[in-house]
């Protein structure tokens, strides 16, 4: 995937170790999810996912189990999900995924984030031709599995494309067979490290290292904030 795949994501696991409030942003999205689709995870794919992004952030089992029971609680706070889009430096588009229980308060933030890059946000809705939703699911590389093979058998459980770096594999489907998906990958026994949903740019643009600078300073700022769940970019 080369050089300028590694530094991205080094940046973010660099920012995602440094954020001192991960275990609350990943807690919100499980009692999120359970409030909506119900508590158990065999039939609420989107509680399955949160609770597998609780599992790659190392939360403890007992805090997945508390935010699980959160969501049957009267007094269960209520959070809305809510997009925001926007330009950063050097063009960057970026769209940003919240839940907030004061989309005032979140819009103020996000907007401050934009102008102090010299950047702004776009009306809704600008940037989502930009991006294709998939699932995205990560693991490591069995020594006996063929990935020629896999990729035939996976193609009727929604997977669509794979790719090889080293032994860590992506396996890509569309956003809707995230259930499907998985539940493949659990049948089969492959082990799996992380499974999300992303927004894949459609048209990815290279950024040059001082460019990157700039553009990392709006995301750590984004992904700094309690409300912001996701950020996605257009870079290459």
């Known amino acids: 995937m080369g050089r300028a795949f590694e530094y991205r994501r080094a940046a973010k696991e660099k920012r ?21 689709g119900g508590p158990d995870p065999e039939t609420n ?7 597998q992004a609780a599992k790659a952030a190392n939360m403890p089992k007992d805090n997945v ?19 925001y889009e926007g ?18 308060r979140t819009v ?14 776009v009306p809704t809705g ?5 991006f294709d939703r998939k699932t995205v699911v990560e693991f490591e590389k069995p020594a006996s599995l063929d990935l020629d093979e896999f990729e035939l058998e996976m193609i009727d459980f929604g997977l669509e494309r794979y790719e090889a770096d080293g032994n860590t594999v992506y396996a890509y489907g569309n956003y809707t067979d995230f259930g499907t998906l998985t539940k493949a990958f659990e049948e089969k026994g492959i082990a799996i490290t992380k499974a999300n949903l992303q927004r894949i740019p459609t048209t990815p643009v ?18 700094d904030d309690d409300d912001v769940q996701a950020v996605y970019t257009n870079l290459a």
């Open 16 to 36: 995602w170790a440094t954020m001192s409030r991960v275990f609350p942003k990943v807690s919100r999205a499980i009692t999120m999810a359970a409030k909506e």
């Open 45 to 51: 794919s989107k509680l399955r996912l949160a609770i």
């Open 65 to 83: 189990d508390n935010a699980i029971k959160r969501a049957a609680g009267k007094d269960a706070d209520d959070f809305t999900e809510v997009n």
């Open 87 to 104: 330009k950063g430096p050097h063009g960057v588009l970026v769209f940003v995924e919240c839940a907030t229980d004061n989309t005032t």
């Open 108 to 121: 103020a933030n996000v907007k401050s984030y934009f102008n102090k890059v010299g950047g702004g946000i």
């Open 126 to 130: 600008s940037l989502e031709f930009m």
């Open 206 to 223: 290279e950024f040059s290292d001082d460019q990157m600078a700039d553009i990392e300073k709006l995301l750590d700022k984004l992904e």
